[in-house]
Nanobody
């Protein structure tokens, strides 16, 4: 059984930073494509950043590129999202997603394993 668990959300002022973490069990992590998605109230789920298992190729949405950094530690079976220069519009529930052998685009429908989410709130 695959388990995906996020942590690290919280309340931060605009301009601040947060680091999200995600741990995965039940998958061969080094061969898993990993992703961070977010969903704000009344909005569709958005692909924030994705990382392929192939050479750790990465994707960032235009809204976060240059401010957020995705990384992974295969030994710890962990995925991270370093979020800097946070803006109020970054406020959302952030979800970690995993899919074995996934190396495609950052599309929610392609990921079969999801965490429960961690709330990020950025105050102005």
């Amino acid at each position: 059984q695959v388990q995906v668990v996020e942590s690290g959300g919280g309340l931060v002022q605009a301009g601040g930073s947060l680091r999200l973490s995600c741990t995965v069990s039940g998958l061969t992590f080094e061969y898993a494509g990993m992703a961070w998605f977010r969903q704000a109230p009344g909005k569709e789920r958005e692909g924030v950043s994705c990382m392929s298992y192939i050479a750790s190729a990465t994707y960032y949405s235009d809204s976060v590129r240059g401010r957020f950094t995705i990384s992974r530690d295969n030994a710890k079976k962990a995925l991270y999202l370093q979020m800097n220069s946070l803006k109020p519009e970054d406020t959302a529930m952030y979800y970690c997603a995993a899919e074995q052998y996934y190396s495609g685009g950052c599309l929610a429908r392609d990921f079969g394993h999801w965490g429960q989410g961690t709330q990020v709130t950025v105050s102005s």
